[in-house]
């Protein structure tokens, strides 16, 4: 059973920046994908951004440009740099690691950190 621990939501202005945090309670080097998910109220989670095993990455068009996934295997932390944040931004932030464990994927989920982009 993974653990995820997401921290860095709160209340931005438009344009402003957010780092969301992914602290993991395994290696995260032996977690295949790790993602980040969205939720704004009244929508479907949507996948926001991957970053794999080897460190490749991937981004909704939403995002791309604005915001970048990245790795710290020695803190088994992934992050969520979140710059031009746009009042669309606003949702629960939820980290995901989706993992092929015992001959089967197994996905984790944290708690979730809100985000809130708004003058």
């Known amino acids: 059973q993974v653990q995820l621990v997401e921290s860095g939501g709160g209340l931005v202005q438009p344009g402003g920046s957010l780092r969301l945090s992914c602290v993991a309670s395994?290696?995260?080097?032996?977690?295949?994908?790790m993602n980040w998910y969205r939720q704004a109220p009244g929508k479907q989670r949507e996948l926001v951004a991957v970053i794999s095993s080897s460190g490749s990455t991937n981004y909704a068009d939403s995002v791309k440009g604005r915001f970048t996934i990245s790795r710290d295997n020695t803190k088994n932390t992934v992050y969520l740099q979140m710059n031009s944040l746009k009042p669309e931004d606003t949702a629960v932030y939820y980290c995901?690691?989706?993992?092929?464990?015992?001959?089967?994927?197994?996905?984790?989920w944290g708690q979730g950190t809100q985000v809130t982009v708004s003058s």
């Open positions: 995901n690691a989706h993992r092929w464990y015992r001959s089967e994927w197994n996905d984790y």
């Open positions: 395994e290696r995260i080097l032996g977690i295949n994908v």
